[in-house]
């Protein structure tokens, strides 16, 4: 009967130290308040396809801050200041995507490329890809995506052919609007 007791207690601290260890593990984005996000682009944006390369120099992003503790995090980012495939002038449409703080993006709509006179396009539909990373910085949250195994179509010629070998770098850092922080809890 002893060892029975014995037993007992080693499982239920084994069961206590599983479920700590799965609560600690859960990583999540914070905020100080609910409210608004914004964000802008620190380093230069580069997906990368069978056509080559679109860069874009601004990235402006904002969404709402729904809970001060979640796992999920949804922004509209607005690109600019895009060439693509040696276009200077093209346009992207805008970017709704939801970032986990697991790493996955989820992007949400389909987004267009449009090289000005190039006359071909690019389109990426709705996927979820991997991997984004996430590290604090005074208050606020860089956003560091490594991408890859983008989907995407494209119409040829200068656009290049379609493939699912698209790749997306460059980092962001979002803040709350009004003050107060958000960060990434690991």
């Given at each position: 009967m002893h060892k029975l007791k014995?037993?007992?207690?080693?499982?239920?601290v084994f069961a206590l130290s599983a479920i700590g260890a799965a609560s600690a593990s859960a990583a999540q984005f914070t905020a100080s308040a609910t409210g608004s996000i914004t964000g802008k682009a620190t380093a230069t944006q580069v997906f990368t396809t069978n056509g080559g390369q679109v860069k874009c120099?601004?990235?402006?992003?904002s969404g709402t801050i729904k809970s001060t503790a979640t796992a999920e995090q949804t922004v509209e980012v607005k690109v600019s200041g895009c060439t693509a495939f040696g276009f200077v002038n093209t346009h992207v449409t805008p970017i709704q995507v939801n970032f986990t703080a697991s790493g996955e993006v989820h992007l949400e709509n389909t987004v267009t490329i449009t090289p000005t006179g190039a006359g071909c396009t690019q389109s990426v539909a709705p996927q979820t890809v991997k991997s984004t990373g996430y590290s604090n910085n005074a208050g606020k949250v860089k956003v560091t995506p490594n991408v890859t195994g983008i989907t995407y179509t494209s119409t040829g010629g200068?656009?290049?052919?379609s493939g699912a070998n698209g790749t997306?770098?460059?980092?962001?850092?979002?803040?709350?609007?009004?003050?107060?922080?958000?960060?990434f809890d690991p």
């Open positions: 014995k037993l007992g207690v080693v499982i239920a120099s601004v990235a402006a992003s200068l656009c290049g052919s997306l770098t460059g980092t962001n850092e979002v803040e709350r609007v009004g003050g107060g922080s958000v960060s």
